[in-house]
């Protein structure tokens, strides 16, 4: 039997509107001040940095590391920068605390995007303390922080939905991601797989607009050019796609092993029968205690990433970063203290690779750091085409898309399968919250009203009264009885429809005594419809907003025709089918053997 023809003009493929525009209006501002806030955090980190390292004042990025200091310098420095972003967070506020992710993500879903002011200041001093006294955190945590919470203040000043201030919060984290690491499609591609938790124009439209004003904006701030760039060909093989499985594997298990130690490192942290505000200094003695024995371990480490893309590391110190780098970062992140993972796991991931590059086939210069890099970032964030496309974007090293799609996606496929969340997402699970970050097609967008709708509709006349209306329908104890339906159409003579009585208005009506009321006096006021041609999620949205559990179809072209009624049981119909879909294994085709005649 073919399957009805529908008017479906009134669909379509997405549910923009023309205020889409007005929001990407307003997104351009955000991504502007999101650039300067994103320079600004930079030369501050460098101006601490330059401060306690080297007894000088200057605002570029130095690494701490890089030349001899008193041993003293190097353990005490984080120590006093801990006790200092302890004080913060005690004093001003405990949003500070942790690497930003996380704590916009909560601002997302759990606080109608809202933000404090005071996190927009506090956020990017805490880090620029925490880094530039040898914290080996990344800067782009607290700029996502921080610029969402520009873009979160912004729209607390107007007259927006929450979905539209959390449009704008995204739009403002992603620019500040966007100007730090000159990465605009990596920044967007983070923006919908772990921010935005939806795919709609409504808010990538504008977000992609402060994500480019934002890298424009940067190329006379910072420079134009890739933050790491690669030279020398390379030399693939058919053996170096099934290498890259292995780097994938490797790089997945790392990432488990990272990840654990954070939160286990947390975990230690509350057992301490001391106020929190002390911890990121104890995090901070792990940090020089680290520092000591490998100091490129500390601070942003840019310059250690670059050597390890470059291939100009030597293996001696690129095992040293790979055990230490992770040791302090996951131990000292765990105390609560302020800073970035995305540097870090870059300096993690592009040693481990380095280490693969002395046992794997050469194929060219840093191809196996690069290669580790998007593996262990894929494997801990869980966001694949984030961690293949900024790997692309930080070395602009393009002729590597299919190896970075293939360990980076081996990583994440395994990582999945060993821990249920992320290094983002476990700390908002700890804190009594849940969120999924697959995205699939609402089932009820699929199915039409028409599909499942009730088309057996008891329709009661106008002058009826309701104890004619009692003995029409029977015994309303009897589940079989005409009084299972929920709502029941009042028509004139000619069919007219003229409203709704609910079944409950009925029962009451009878039990009070008043058989005589014409079932018209009990019609409901607002009457609250839907059509055959509309979507299941239509109705479901109809249902919440008016606050009832059934809708009458009436005909588009008649309204005053009734031709069904819909009720949650109909709509869980779409979500049974969607089930079925995912459950129910069966073989579509078969093989069919012909053998001669008399065989």
């Not at 023309?18 to 501002?29: D, G, K, S």
Request: proline fraction near 6%.
């Amino acid at each position: 039997m073919p399957a009805p023809v529908r008017d479906v003009r009134h669909l379509g493929d997405f549910s923009a509107t023309p205020r889409m525009i007005l929001i990407t209006a307003l997104a351009l501002p955000i991504g502007a001040v999101a650039a300067g806030v994103a320079w600004c955090l930079l030369r501050l980190i460098g101006l601490v940095t330059n401060a306690v390292f080297y007894q000088r004042v200057g605002t570029g990025l130095v690494a701490p590391g890089a030349t001899d200091h008193p041993w003293w310098l190097v353990l005490l420095a984080p120590v006093v920068g801990g006790l200092v972003i302890g004080l913060m967070a005690r004093y001003g506020s405990e949003k500070i605390r942790g690497h930003g992710m996380p704590e916009t993500i909560e601002a997302i879903l759990m606080n109608g995007s809202r933000i404090q002011p005071r996190v927009a200041v506090l956020k990017p001093l805490s880090a620029a303390v925490a880094i530039g006294t040898g914290g080996p955190f990344g800067a782009e945590g607290p700029i996502i922080a921080t610029g969402g919470s520009i873009g979160s203040l912004f729209a607390q000043f107007l007259h927006l939905t929450a979905d539209e201030r959390k449009t704008l919060l995204v739009a403002g984290a992603t620019a500040g991601m966007a100007a730090t690491f000159n990465a605009p499609l990596a920044s967007l591609a983070l923006a919908v797989e772990l921010l935005l938790f939806e795919w709609r124009p409504r808010s990538l439209v504008p977000v992609a607009a402060a994500v480019s004003i934002a890298t424009v904006l940067r190329h006379p701030l910072l420079g134009s050019g890739a933050l790491f760039p690669t030279v020398g060909d390379l030399h693939v093989t058919t053996s170096t796609y099934l290498l890259c499985v292995v780097s994938g594997v490797v790089s997945a298990l790392l990432a488990v092993v990272a990840t654990g130690l954070v939160y286990a490192s947390e975990d230690a942290f509350h057992k301490l029968p001391i106020h929190w505000m002390w911890w990121p200094a104890i995090g901070g003695l792990v940090i020089g205690i680290g520092g000591l024995f490998v100091p490129q371990a500390l601070g942003v480490g840019y310059n250690v990433i670059g050597a390890e893309l470059d291939g100009s590391i030597g293996l001696g110190l690129v095992a040293g970063i790979l055990i230490v780098k992770t040791l302090i970062w996951a131990l000292s992140l765990g105390s609560g203290t302020s800073g970035g993972v995305l540097a870090p796991v870059f300096m993690i991931g592009g040693a481990l690779g380095t280490l693969e590059a002395h046992v794997f086939p050469t194929v060219g210069p840093g191809f196996w750091a690069l290669v580790g890099l998007a593996g262990v970032l894929g494997g801990v964030m869980r966001s694949p085409f984030t961690g293949v496309i900024f790997a692309l974007e930080l070395t602009q090293r393009f002729d590597a898309l299919l190896p970075l799609l293939i360990g980076c996606t081996t990583a994440f496929a395994l990582s999945v399968l060993l821990l249920k969340r992320s290094v983002l997402t476990e700390k908002i699970a700890r804190r009594g919250y849940h969120l999924t970050r697959e995205y699939d097609v609402d089932p009820l967008e699929v199915l039409f009203v028409s599909e499942v709708m009730s088309e057996e509709v008891l329709e009661l006349r106008a002058d009826l009264d309701v104890a004619a209306a009692y003995e029409a329908l029977g015994d309303p104890a009897d589940a079989a009885s005409d009084w299972r339906q929920q709502l029941y159409p009042v028509v004139t003579d000619d069919g007219e429809l003229l409203g709704l009585v609910a079944r409950a208005d009925l029962l009451e009506a009878g039990s009070a005594g008043r058989g005589s009321t014409p079932v018209k006096d009990l019609l409901t006021v607002d009457r609250v419809q839907t059509h055959g041609d509309q979507t299941l999620r239509h109705a479901a949205e109809t249902m919440a907003v008016h606050g009832v559990t059934t809708l009458p179809v009436v005909d588009r072209d008649d309204p005053a025709r009734v031709i069904g009624l819909i009720s949650l049981p109909q709509l869980l119909a779409a979500r049974r089918r969607d089930q079925q879909e995912a459950r129910d294994r069966e073989r579509v085709l078969r093989i069919r053997r012909v053998a001669p005649a008399g065989r």
